[in-house]
């Protein structure tokens, strides 16, 4: 479990999660389609190795110190921009 959430805490700062992230590519290169995202996703993003995947709310487990969560296979979306800007927070429910 440890060894996940040092991978999840790596690929998350990877990602520039932390930071704010311009995102000007939404609009022209494509769109994230987020009925095909599992329930939990939070997030889309591409790695530096052009994989992208679905990044979910952390699992709490009960009566422990620590949390969880595995990054999942996503597809594209035809994202072609720098993996730098790729990162794209599920929009609310308004």
């Known amino acids: ?7 999840l805490t790596f690929r998350l700062k990877k990602l520039n999660l932390f930071a704010a992230i311009p995102r000007t590519w939404q609009a022209t290169t494509m769109k ?17 190795d052009g994989k992208s995947h679905w ?4 699992n709490v487990a009960a009566f422990t110190k ?6 999942q296979p996503a597809p594209t979306f035809g994202f072609t921009g720098d993996w730098h800007n790729s ?3 599920r929009p609310t429910a308004s």
């Open 55 to 58: 990044f979910c709310a952390p």
């Open 87 to 89: 990162l794209v927070e």
């Open 66 to 71: 620590f949390w969880f969560s595995e990054p």
């Open 1 to 7: 479990m440890v060894d996940g959430l040092f991978q």
């Open 32 to 48: 994230v389609d987020w009925s095909k995202a599992p329930k939990r996703a939070r997030w889309w993003a591409v790695d530096e």
